[in-house]
């Protein structure tokens, strides 16, 4: 169903963090960005369509000041929102927002860090842009920011913090399906490090939908995709969920181990899973609205031997194509459909 | 990154040397009471109250660089001495070995287990045991230690031969055998009706070979760990070889973090300078008691992997003459006084990492 093509060697190894891969594809000018973190730095790769073009650039995290210690990058991942497209770094000191080529950055927010280590670690992690104009961000605490982006200029501001969950915030996103009837109802969808999910609704106030309580197994992956909800564990499994009546639609035992990332097309409903077992997994997911169900099927396993992978996303909207990054890799891997 | 890290690292990579130390000990035919104190010797030094109270506070990571003096010096609390080659040696198999074990874990908090598997074998315990951390927060120490061991692939003889480790210096990761504790063998999907009733069941192929999850590991103080990662793995019959040709290429990709002028470097010299104080070195001066370990066969061996060993492989260490000695304290202030009197160094802050390293590029 897919075979590897050419990867593309990246200029360090990926570090074992939860989806460690972010992928914008730029059809005017026949582009895709890719992003990669190692360590303090963000591994920005320009891939040309055609293959034949690959330029590299380096984004470091913010030092506020020399004499504290480096800081860690959690994530790096793209936003499109209709009027511009980011590219948001969040790391142990706080959230960079960049342009999507990472040229310049026109965002700092500065996480309050305690004077002295604190058991408690303090980071900022997981990233959705959401809605026209909104940009999510998860913290250590628990707490989601929320900020207000302007369609273009420096002047983003923090417009809400929304303080539901009581763990880490390990990921966020937002419906991707493009319908408007459903971006009407819920189109966010946060999870933390206890496995509980919140479902909101964006506005100049978030209203919190829904919230299904975690079973102490935390959820690192999450997508939203008509209506829908599909979490990843630690245990291995994936649970899909209704969003707006927190449902239990459908559960996969899909893994031997941690699950690191999860990604959908959203024109076909393809399914992409990846864990620290090696493999990444292909499914097909349906969602009929009217009857409240879905249908999960599965297609296809590519196992990257000895690797263990924390990033997959697909390269496109209709899944045609999908990139790989593991843990110690110095390369995205690649499948194409055959 | 999880900053309750650096004991659980610190623990482990101790209780790796102890393994290597032990065997060379025997193979070497070091007389029977000489290598017990040496064993006790590091020991009693790697759980000192104090030395563990600094090490349990709450912290970020050293550098690396920063935890291979610790444990230079760590080595050195006994009658034994370690050349060069042979200390670099004894951190590449300490370093590679825990990596493995990490990078293994089928659960994150397995972890603990494979800390007890080595406490268990050095046979002594640590009084504060810290509060149980969360799964979740397993998970984090564990991404932390990964970030800390990323692009380390020194090929181990005996990994090589026990098939664990390939010939690029990866570590082999099976797609066969028992799930983790807690985890399904994938397989099944599960379709519920919106009254909670399964609707569908199917099967799909997972692509290898595992079996249902085996009981697992105790977390108590004593008990059967399960696991076999963090057991000690070297005999006298079986010596072991570290291999440099060929992850020349791999570390080439290592960022330039180590040459950079490094603005943490004060801080972590004073956390260093504070640690060490409770670190009590022999005098390496009676030549009676005094022996020499060799982790190589051969005294030429030694000689050659100094003279061989690849630039960007070098730990870099930095001595620090800090101590509990009276004298040499008493010197140390009177030369950092000199120092802030006369304005003789960079014209940055005064603070105290500025002086001590400002002396120590003057060493």
Redesign the interface.
């Known amino acids: 169903m897919f075979h590897k093509e050419k990867s593309i060697q990246i200029k360090n190894s990926a570090s074992a963090l939860y989806n460690n891969l972010s992928v914008l594809r730029i059809a005017p000018r026949r582009l895709t960005y890719f992003t990669v973190v190692h360590a303090n730095v963000v591994n920005m790769v320009s891939a040309s369509w055609d293959g034949l073009n690959y330029s590299h650039r380096q984004l470091q995290s913010k030092e506020p000041n020399v004499a504290t210690s480096t800081s860690l990058i959690m994530q790096a991942a793209f936003c499109v929102l209709p009027s511009r497209e980011l590219l948001v770094v969040t790391s142990q000191k706080g959230i960079q927002m960049y342009e999507s080529d990472g040229s310049i950055m026109v965002y700092w927010h500065a996480l309050d860090t305690p004077e002295t280590p604190t058991a408690q670690a303090v980071f900022a992690r997981g990233i959705a842009a959401v809605s026209e104009n909104y940009v999510c961000v998860g913290v250590s605490s628990g707490a989601i920011l929320v900020f207000d982006v302007p369609s273009k200029g420096s002047n983003i501001t923090l417009s809400e913090v929304l303080e539901e969950h009581k763990e880490s915030i390990t990921d966020i996103a937002a419906e991707c399906s493009g319908s408007q009837v459903l971006l009407a109802v819920a189109n966010l969808v946060t999870v933390d490090d206890g496995g509980s999910l919140c479902v909101w609704k964006s506005g100049e106030e978030f209203q919190l939908l829904n919230k299904i309580a975690g079973l102490d197994i935390s959820c690192s992956s999450v997508k939203l995709w008509k209506g829908t909800v599909v979490a990843g564990y630690g245990s291995g499994q994936i649970r899909i969920y209704e969003a707006v009546t927190g449902i239990l639609q459908s559960e996969i035992n899909a893994h031997a181990r941690w699950i690191y990332s999860l990604d959908i097309a959203p024109f076909s409903g393809l399914l992409l899973s990846a864990a620290e077992d090696s493999f990444v997994r292909v499914w097909h997911l349906s969602v009929t609205p009217e009857t409240n169900s879905v249908e999960v099927a599965h297609l296809h396993n590519e196992c990257v031997t000895d690797t263990q992978i924390c990033g997959a996303k697909f390269c496109d909207g209709d899944g045609y194509a999908f990139a790989v990054t593991g843990y110690d890799l110095s390369e995205i891997i690649r499948y194409t459909q055959t | ?4 890290t650096l004991p659980l690292l610190f623990i482990n990579l101790g209780g790796e040397m102890l393994y290597i130390l032990d065997q060379r000990l025997r193979a070497q035919n070091i007389p029977a009471d000489k290598a017990k104190k040496v064993m006790n010797d590091i020991i009693t030094t790697m759980f000192n109250k104090k030395f563990l109270e600094e090490l349990f ?4 990571l050293y550098s690396k660089k920063a935890l291979r003096t610790v444990f230079d010096r760590l080595a050195h609390a006994s009658i034994m001495r370690l050349n060069q080659a042979s200390m670099d040696k004894l951190y590449d198999l300490m370093t590679m070995a825990f990596k493995y074990q990490v ?1 293994l874990c ?3 908090k397995d972890i603990l287990l494979v800390s007890f598997n080595h406490m268990d074998a050095i046979k002594d315990f640590v009084k504060d045991t810290p509060s149980i951390l ?3 927060d397993f ?2 120490i ?3 230690l ?2 800390f061991f ?2 380390m ?1 020194i090929r181990v003889s005996i990994f090589l031969k026990d098939k664990v480790q ?1 010939s690029n210096g ?4 099976p ?1 066969s055998g028992p ?2 504790h ?13 009254t ?1 009733e399964e609707k569908t069941r ?1 099967q ?5 070979n ?1 079996t249902s999850a085996i009981r697992e590991g105790s977390f108590e103080i004593f008990g059967d760990r399960v696991t076999k990662l963090g057991t000690n793995m070297y005999s006298v019959s079986r010596p072991v070889e570290t291999h440099m040709s060929g992850t020349s290429k ?1 570390s080439a ?1 290592h ?1 330039k ?1 180590n040459t950079a002028p490094n ?2 470097a004060k ?1 972590e010299l004073n956390m260093l300078a504070r640690l060490m104080g409770g670190l009590e070195v022999q005098k390496a001066g009676s030549s009676d008691t005094a022996f020499r370990v060799n982790l190589f066969a051969t005294d030429e061996e030694e000689e050659e992997a100094l003279i061989t060993r690849p630039d960007e492989l070098s730990y870099g260490i930095i001595n620090i003459q800090a101590t509990k000695d009276q004298q040499v304290s008493a010197e140390l202030t009177k030369i950092m006084g000199e120092f802030t009197d006369s304005g003789h160094q960079s014209p940055s802050s005064s603070s105290k990492g500025d002086d001590l390293l400002a002396m120590m590029d003057d060493l």
């Open positions: 990154m999880s900053s309750r506070k709450p912290q970020e990078l089928p659960r994150p969360r799964c979740s998970q984090l564990r991404q932390t990964l970030i990323q692009d692939h390939n990866r570590f082999g990761l797609t799930v983790p807690g985890t399904q063998v994938p397989g099944l999907i599960r379709i519920f009706s919106c909670g199917l799909f192929n997972n692509g290898g595992y791999s990709q960022t973090v603005p943490l801080e």
